[in-house]
């Protein structure tokens, strides 16, 4: 039985330094010479590390949020109370 979302094959072309090619290879030799799961994990790699970014971004920016940081400080005046619940006693 096939997937709902088959997954699709695009084939490109690229022309690429010999070492870089080489360096790329001998970076990851788990992948036993396969240059095309090599940068399959490269563009993985680097699409994760933009998304991290940009939520990081994202989180910085709303921190600067004055409208969200008062949100913020009345959460955590509403919560105060209960900061320590359970915490020190004896059973």
């Keep these: 039985m096939k997937s709902q979302r088959q997954q699709h094959t695009v084939r490109r072309s690229v022309a690429l330094p ?4 080489e360096d790329a290879l001998a970076a990851v030799p788990e992948h ?3 240059f095309n799961r090599v940068v399959m994990t490269a563009l993985r ?21 004055p409208s969200i940081r008062a949100e913020c400080a009345a959460i955590a ?8 619940d359970g915490l020190g006693s004896e059973p």
Aim: net charge negative.
């Design 18 to 21: 010999a070492t870089l090619v």
């Design 32 to 34: 036993g010479g396969n």
């Design 45 to 65: 790699q680097l699409i994760e590390a933009r998304k991290a970014q940009s939520f990081a971004a994202a989180m910085e920016q709303m921190a600067h949020d």
């Design 77 to 84: 005046r509403d919560l105060a109370g209960a900061e320590l």
